[in-house]
């Protein structure tokens, strides 16, 4: 075969290989991509999730206030209708 045939099939060569490489940093890119945006999705997720649980816990907490309150209105009350009874020594 004459040189110029070599030639040209050396260059088709780096050619297609250049092609095939740069086709697969594409690629990568893309899988790349899309995992950040999976990413940035399960992240918001976790953030509502945790806003969520934080917004329970302040309730929760409330609530708890509350039921102590009532608690020490119960036996307040409990206590006062103990002295008042007078079947009762007052304790």
Do not use: F, H, Y
Request: aromatic letters at 2%; charged letters at 35%.
């Amino acid at each position: 075969m004459d040189t110029w045939v070599w030639v040209v099939i050396v260059v088709v060569a780096i050619v297609v290989i250049g092609l095939l490489a740069l086709g697969a940093s594409r690629a990568k890119e893309r899988r790349v991509e899309e995992r950040r945006r999976q990413a940035e999705g399960l992240r918001e997720s976790a953030e509502e999730s945790a806003r969520r649980a934080e917004e329970r816990e302040a309730l929760a907490q409330q609530a708890a206030e509350e039921a102590k309150l009532d608690r020490a209105r119960a036996e307040q009350a409990a206590s006062r209708a103990s002295d008042l009874d007078p079947d009762t020594d007052g304790n």
